[in-house]
C-alpha cells in the first residue's frame, strides 16, 4: 500500500540554523500539508499547498518557514533561522483531491538546541 | 479560528467496553475527519465524516453538522485501540483546526 515518507526521522540543530524537512507524499495526491506537534500537545495545521503555490497557512506558518515542491515527488518544509520553540514533531500528509481522507507520514521529530 | 473541544480527555477502558467520544466545534464546518494517533506517534485517518454516519468494524463515527458535533463510537475495545484520538475540522478551504484529543487508555 502506498505510504507517506519522511526524512529525517530526528534532526537535532542548534537555535538559528536553518533545517530542511523532507516528505514524499503518495504518487497521485495532489494536496499536502504540514504540521507540528509540540510533545504532549494537539496537532497544529501550519500549511496547505496546490498546484505549486501555498493554498492556506495558520498564524504559526510566519516569514521564517517556508513551503517547496521542488521537483515531482518530494514536498520540503524550510525552517530559516529555527528557534527553542520550533522544537516538536512535524508531520507531512497528502490527500488525492480537497475534502478527502489526508494520510499522514511517520513525522520529523526536531529538536532545537 | 474556529474552537474545537473533544470530551473526554482521558479515558480508560477495560478490554471489551465500549465507549464514546465526542468533538464539539463552534462554527460551521465543511469536513471533519476523526484521527487515532497510536503510542509510537503514527496518526492514521479513521473517518471523514462531514455529515452522517459511518461504519468501520468496531468503530463508528456520526457527524450533525446543523448542531456542531460529532461522535466517535468504540465497540468492544481492544488493546491495540489504545492512544489519543482527535477529530479535525476545516472550515476555510485546506486550513484544519484539531482538538486537543481523547487519551485512550485500553487495559487487557
Known amino acids: 500500500e502506498p505510504e507517506v515518507t519522511q526524512t529525517p526521522s530526528h534532526q537535532v540543530t542548534q537555535m538559528g540554523q536553518e533545517v530542511i524537512l523532507r516528505c514524499v507524499p503518495i504518487?497521485?495526491?495532489?494536496?499536502f500539508y504540514w504540521y507540528r506537534q509540540i510533545l504532549g500537545q494537539k496537532v497544529e495545521f501550519l500549511v496547505s499547498f496546490y498546484n505549486n503555490e501555498i493554498s492556506e497557512k495558520s498564524e504559526i506558518f510566519d516569514d521564517q518557514f517556508s513551503v517547496e515542491r521542488p521537483d515531482g515527488s518530494n514536498f520540503t518544509l524550510k525552517i530559516r533561522s529555527t528557534k527553542l520553540e520550533d522544537s516538536a514533531m512535524y508531520f507531512c500528509?497528502?490527500?488525492?483531491?480537497?475534502?478527502?481522507?489526508?494520510?499522514f507520514g511517520p513525522g520529523t521529530r526536531l529538536l532545537v538546541l | 479560528g474556529i474552537q474545537v473541544e473533544q470530551s473526554p480527555p482521558d479515558l480508560i477502558l477495560q478490554e471489551g467496553a465500549n465507549s464514546t467520544l465526542r468533538c464539539n466545534f463552534s462554527?460551521?464546518?465543511?469536513?471533519l475527519q476523526w484521527f487515532h494517533q497510536n503510542p509510537w506517534g503514527q496518526l492514521i485517518n479513521l473517518f471523514y465524516i462531514p455529515s452522517g454516519t459511518k461504519q468501520n468494524g468496531r468503530l463508528s463515527a456520526t457527524t450533525v453538522a446543523t448542531e456542531r458535533y460529532s461522535l466517535l463510537y468504540i465497540s468492544s475495545s481492544q488493546t491495540t485501540d489504545s492512544g489519543v484520538y482527535f477529530c479535525?475540522?476545516?472550515?476555510?478551504?485546506?486550513?484544519?483546526?484539531f482538538g486537543s484529543g481523547t487519551k485512550l487508555n485500553v487495559k487487557p
Open positions: 479535525a475540522v476545516e472550515r476555510d478551504f485546506n486550513k484544519f483546526y
Open positions: 462554527d460551521s464546518v465543511n469536513n
Open positions: 500528509a497528502s490527500a488525492p483531491g480537497p475534502r478527502e481522507t489526508q494520510y
Open positions: 504518487s497521485n495526491h495532489l494536496y
